[in-house]
T-cell receptor
């Protein structure tokens, strides 16, 4: 049973436009959410996180939104750049636990 | 900067060989993790360790074992490598608990078993 789902395996956007990556979860105990970016042949890099006490967190071009009632989070990248082309994983955790539960990833392609 | 290093970037082994993958972190993190990444399956947890000599099975521990003799070092062992263990192996570490669940990853080891 997949507790964290990324239903879009891939997304293609034009440079300069907004990229929106989505993630759904089923476990209402999750209270900490993260996004990672992964280039081929490299390890995932931590991008941004959000606690369940917030509904939005921003870091430069990256904003994560959390909708707890819908059990949905999204990552917005504005403006998108070709260097953002990578696989993006969302992950969720219960704060008291060591473990992160990862989605299957979305491959983002930003076209010049 | 958090630094997690893995002993090899690329490794080719034969079926039946014993394989050792080593991971070292320099941030004094309590927790260390081994994942494998396969296309379309995301990151799947093999084993994790929350303290020296302590370990817990993840979601796919079969065919693997681990060792953590020192806080900074976590080893993944494939007792008898098989072709279905061809994958990207990722090590990660975190403080965990009240100090944060953010995990920091090493560069990965691409293992091919022939």
């Amino acid at each position: 049973d997949q507790q964290v789902k990324q239903n879009s395996p891939s997304l293609s956007v034009q440079e300069g436009r907004i990229s929106i990556l989505n993630c759904d979860y089923t476990n209402s105990m999750f209270d900490y959410f993260l996004w990672y970016k992964k280039y081929p042949a490299e390890g995932p890099t931590f991008l941004i996180s959000i606690s369940s006490i917030k509904d939005k967190n921003e870091d430069g071009r990256f904003t994560v939104f959390l909708n707890k009632s819908a059990k949905h989070l999204s990552l917005h990248i504005v403006p998108s750049q070709p260097g953002d082309s990578a696989v993006y994983f969302c992950a969720a955790s219960v704060w008291s636990s060591y473990k992160l539960i990862f989605g299957s990833g979305t491959r983002l392609l930003v076209r010049p | 900067d958090v630094k997690v290093t893995q002993s090899s970037r690329y490794l080719v082994k034969r079926t039946g060989e014993k394989v050792f993958l080593e991971c070292v972190q320099d941030m004094d993190h309590e927790n260390m993790f081994w994942y494998r990444q396969d296309p379309g399956l995301g990151l799947r947890l093999i084993y994790f360790s929350y303290d020296v000599k302590m370990k817990e099975k993840g979601d796919i521990p079969e065919g693997y074992s681990v060792s953590r003799e020192k806080k900074e070092r976590f080893s993944l062992i494939l007792e008898s490598a098989s072709t279905n263990q061809t994958s990207m192996y990722l090590c990660a570490s975190s403080f965990g608990g009240g100090r944060g669940n953010t995990q920091y990853f090493g560069p990965g080891t691409r293992l091919t078993v022939l």
